[in-house]
């Protein structure tokens, strides 16, 4: 067990042009676990269910993830009271607990503690920049008093209130990364991935990339697009993306949230594990070296993504103890045909088929939220089987 302080940072291991894999979406993984609450989606297990959180960081690590990140999505305090939500927690005592899991987990082995902020309420109510930088300024406090080893600036849908995240958070002199849930399209406000890029990286951000909202072929897409952007403008940065694990072709510019699967029917979606390693290969090839996951995201994604990049890592996570590569673990199946299945190309060439022989491949996103009466009645999903 290494001593805090004793790691190599991240920037140290993204300037020595190694990987650093992220970990996956806590949100969803909880959800589903029973310990986060759909439409909130606040982090307040970490102060109320601790086993759960140590648990699911747990599993990430011997995946192979190289940072624990705290789980402290929406844990601004304006977030964690918003529309009526009631808590038994304050903000601080979920970011003190929620840094305490991931250091405790992340001294476990090589792993590396980021402290998170994303997009507040008080943004999109039109406050003030002094008003967001100091709803900010209250989160990172607690991550000042922990000593997390670099930040993170995640889910931004507005570039804008991400560069006053940056802005702040810089000031601490710790690493900065900074993602924004976008796709090609760019922000909310029609601002490109490599214009948002930019103004990152002006506004101080060490890493810039993408997260969440779309799957991870248009988020390594998106990403080049910000790479280019930095690169013309005669900058330098790392890079990162920290997609969905869904499939999302048909999604528009707000991403999955328009989905009318969104959030609980999503399962259909989900890409493969060996997907997930065409993934990773594909960000590598793009120039990204930090390479993680969000919503959908379970420990066994983060392992193929661990898997494929073995190589150039140096290293087989420790969850690969159990698991063959490419499925050469079937060898010893007591069926023929699947002992047949224990090869590289049988899983790339395969066409997962859904077993819902009346669903739709695609669906219809719902317009975008800014086009809808708040109080018109819910309409019937386009692929809803009557």
């Known amino acids: 067990m290494a001593p805090v302080g004793s790691k190599r940072g991240v920037l140290e291991r993204l300037d020595a042009g ?8 806590f949100v969803f993984a909880l959800e589903k676990r ?6 909130p989606w606040t982090p307040e297990a970490a102060a109320e269910h601790p086993e759960a959180v140590r648990q699911l ?3 990430f690590l011997r995946a ?9 999505f929406y844990a601004s305090d304006d977030k964690l009271e918003n529309r009526g939500n009631k808590l038994t927690f304050t903000g601080q005592q979920i970011n003190e607990a929620a840094c305490d899991l991931a250091r405790e987990v992340a001294n476990e082995g090589d792993a590396l503690v980021a402290g998170g902020v994303s997009q507040t309420p008080s943004y999109l109510s039109c406050k003030s920049e002094d008003e967001v930088k ?12 922990k000593n997390v080893d670099f930040l ?10 991400a560069e006053w995240a940056v802005q702040v958070l810089k000031a601490t002199g710790k690493p900065v990364a900074a993602t924004l849930c976008i796709g090609p399209e760019g922000d909310m406000h029609g601002v490109s991935p490599g214009e948002c890029a930019v103004r990152l990286v002006k506004a101080g951000a060490d890493i810039v990339g993408v997260n969440c909202h779309f799957d991870p072929m248009t988020c390594v897409k998106t990403v080049a697009m910000m790479k280019a952007g930095v690169e013309k403008a005669g900058l330098k940065a790392h890079y990162m993306t920290q997609p969905l694990a869904y499939h999302t072709p048909d999604c528009s510019c707000q991403g999955f949230i328009d989905l009318p699967e ?53 290293i087989l996570p420790e969850a690969s103890e159990k698991h063959g590569m490419w499925g050469s673990g079937l ?20 066409k997962p088929a859904s077993g819902r022989p009346l669903c739709p491949s695609m669906s219809t996103p719902d317009a975008s939220l800014n086009n809808i009466n708040a109080d018109q009645s819910a309409k019937v999903p386009s692929n809803t089987i009557h």
């Open 18 to 25: 190694e990987v650093v894999i992220g970990d996956g979406g």
């Open 57 to 59: 960081h747990r599993e």
């Open 134 to 145: 100091k709803i900010f300024k209250k989160q990172l406090d607690v991550f000042i008093k």
């Open 262 to 314: 969104f959030p609980f029917a999503l399962e259909p979606r989900i890409l493969t594990r060996w997907e997930m390693q065409h993934y990773a290969r594909e960000a590598y090839k793009a120039g990204i070296r930090y390479i993680g996951g969000c919503c959908g995201f379970e420990p066994y994604h983060i392992r193929a993504v661990a898997e494929e990049l073995a190589t150039e890592r140096g």
């Open 331 to 350: 060898e010893m199946h007591t069926k023929p045909w699947v002992r047949a299945r224990a090869r590289r190309d049988y899983w790339e060439r395969l």
């Open 34 to 39: 029973g310990y986060v609450k759909a439409g």
């Open 152 to 161: 993170i600036a995640e889910y931004f849908e507005h570039v804008e209130e």
């Open 64 to 72: 192979g993830s190289n940072v624990m990140q705290t789980f402290t």
